[in-house]
């Protein structure tokens, strides 16, 4: 039987007035930010939630306790023009669970009669959160987040369900099982094509912290990770605000997974003591990492600490509460070689970790792992290899070249595969979303904007340029947008066969390849003349941090006109393509 509880009031509140003083108070006294989450602020739009298909009887979704089949829904269904929805992802940082372009608007689809069904035996027992962002007729969109309670192992009795602090309501929709209710909790609702396997985050440094503050807050000894959430946190969930710049960042990133991007943090910089941003040249030397509290209880941040050549840039004076439903960004800064380090120094990466210690219910300890790509000066033979951005930095285990290579295909530009390489010099797209483009990886000549454009099969000199980097990002990881905070983007190609351009010289059919670039190939050996060169671009399927594939997921891979066949002068990743037969 589906059911609909409402808690008690006292229980349910998330972030009321009170709650909002003390917030006040906590940013006056100890000089940090707290995001509240806009799901708290006074909304048109709401979420309702009944046991019949036709929404008979309905009652607030924000605080009820849901079991069985359900039928969730927006109230009023006036004046909208979209509703988006999304499970357990408050701050809307993967793809929507599912988007309603008529009324009304339900959660789970279906017709003005009779909406579909939404089976919370799916997911795992506990507190779960919808949150909708409104689309209005007129108007800024509306968002707004309803957390609720999903219990399918221990129905609630008729005492309980008729005391004066709930209220229960009924029907006849049959649940699977009773047993049904323990389903992973570690199974992502955000991205069905989003795997996670592996459940380890990489550190390689286990060295001292270098800031701690601390408290003698206690906490719980139990506790679950929520569905979608990063393995190793609980209620409090770390969000890596790099994959949520634009709508690329986010859907790329949601295909990634936990693992790869709010468990992994990259930042780089260059030299010694200089500057890691100039007027000419930005490196990205930091990285934010925003704590969520996606529960119905506060949570208190006793200490933060790092590892490695990474300190804290957030100052936490004394012991941080994060409200029901807020946030507290914490920023680092990769440090390394700002001393004791010479020309001679090792280019490399260096690692390190962000450990919080809270009263996440279960969950006293959380970490996550920090990245630095270091170099001595820029460009040229200072830049780091391929495989060191790839593989090391972002944790992407595709398949390059063979072991401590550097030259991809034995440096010649011989159009052949190595490694996990796909040979297509055209595609299309998987389905008929857009494809999303997001850059990585920036090491080209300076106060370049390397123009990315894509073409149709036969007609280069028809191609949509529609994404260049910042002149000024030319050495650096997750480069900026020359008209945005990163360099991303996005088409929609519909059925058309499509190859893509690079800086107007590369482009993945090498038989477009210019007579500069085949010069350099010929200069590197390859027969120009009876074999097929100009092979500068290469494109590989991108493999999770547990080595699986991940479908229609690209590493685009470019060396400008095949001068030094590094393939690391412009790394993109590519969502939603396949190659073309």
């Not at 039928?71 to 909208?80: K, L, N």
């Not at 309603?100 to 608007?105: A, L, N, R």
């Not at 590197?524 to 009876?530: K, S, T, Y």
């Amino acid at each position: 039987m589906g059911r609909v509880r409402r808690r008690a009031r006292g229980g349910s509140r998330a972030l009321g007035t009170t709650s909002a003083v003390v917030a006040a108070l906590a940013l006056a006294l100890l000089g940090t930010t707290l995001f509240m989450s806009s799901a708290r602020a006074a909304t048109t739009y709401t979420l309702l939630v009944s046991t019949g298909c036709a929404r008979p009887n309905p009652v607030a979704l924000n605080g009820a306790v849901v079991s069985g089949s359900v039928y969730a829904y927006t109230d009023p269904s006036t004046g909208i023009k979209s509703v988006s929805y999304w499970l357990d992802d408050p701050t809307q940082s993967g793809a929507a669970t599912h988007t309603e372009g008529t009324t009304p608007y339900d959660f789970a689809g279906g017709s003005p009669t009779c909406a579909n069904p939404w089976d919370t035996t799916k997911v795992a027992d506990g507190t779960h959160t919808i949150t909708q962002v409104v689309t209005p007729t007129s108007g800024s969109a509306q968002t707004y987040t309803a957390t609720f309670t999903v219990n399918n192992t221990t129905p609630p009795s008729s005492s309980t369900a008729s005391s004066s602090s709930a209220s229960t309501v009924s029907s006849s929709a049959s649940t699977a099982s009773s047993s049904a209710s323990t389903a992973s909790s570690s199974a992502s609702t955000a991205s069905s094509s989003a795997s996670t396997a592996s459940s380890s985050a990489s550190s390689a440094s286990t060295s001292t912290s270098t800031s701690t503050s601390s408290s003698s807050a206690s906490t719980s000894s139990s506790g679950t990770t929520p569905p979608g959430g990063s393995p190793g946190w609980g209620q409090l969930q770390p969000l890596n605000l790099d994959w949520t710049r634009g709508p690329a960042s986010t859907a790329i990133g949601a295909l990634l997974g936990n693992q790869l991007t709010n468990l992994r943090y990259e930042m780089n910089r260059i030299g010694l003591d200089v500057p890691d941003k100039t007027t000419t040249l930005h490196t990205k030397p930091d990285a934010t990492v925003r704590l969520r509290n996606t529960g119905t209880t506060p949570i208190t941040i006793n200490s933060i600490s790092t590892t490695g050549p990474f300190t804290l840039e957030t100052t936490l004076t004394g012991p941080q509460v994060i409200p029901a439903g807020g946030t507290f960004d914490v920023s680092v800064l990769f440090t390394y070689c700002r001393t004791g380090c010479s020309s001679s120094t090792p280019k490399g990466v260096q690692s390190g970790t962000l450990t919080v210690n809270s009263t996440d219910p279960g969950f006293p300890t959380e970490t996550v792992s920090l990245f630095g790509d270091w170099q001595y000066d820029a460009f040229g033979g200072n830049e780091l290899t391929v495989q060191q951005f790839v593989n090391t930095t972002f944790g992407i285990k595709t398949v390059l070249t063979g072991p401590g290579a550097k030259y991809i295909n034995y440096g010649n530009g011989l159009y052949a595969a190595v490694g996990d390489e796909v040979l297509s010099p055209y595609w299309t797209a998987a389905t008929s979303g857009p494809v999303y483009v997001r850059q990585i990886i920036a090491t080209h000549g300076p106060n370049g904007h390397e123009p990315f454009a894509w073409f149709t099969q036969g007609n280069l000199a028809g191609k949509h340029v529609f994404l260049m980097q910042a002149a000024t990002d030319a050495q650096t990881v997750l480069p900026g947008g020359s008209s945005g905070p990163s360099a991303e983007a996005s088409f929609s190609p519909g059925s058309a066969v499509f190859g893509f351009s690079i800086n107007g010289t590369e482009n993945t059919d090498p038989t477009l390849t210019d007579a500069a670039g085949l010069a350099n190939d010929a200069r590197h050996g390859c027969d120009v003349v009876n074999t097929q060169c100009g092979h500068h671009t290469r494109m590989y399927p991108v493999k999770n941090s547990a080595g699986k594939v991940i479908p229609n997921l690209y590493l685009l891979l470019v060396d400008s006109e095949g001068t030094n066949l590094d393939f690391q002068d412009e790394i993109y990743l590519i969502s939603n393509i396949t190659p073309a037969s």
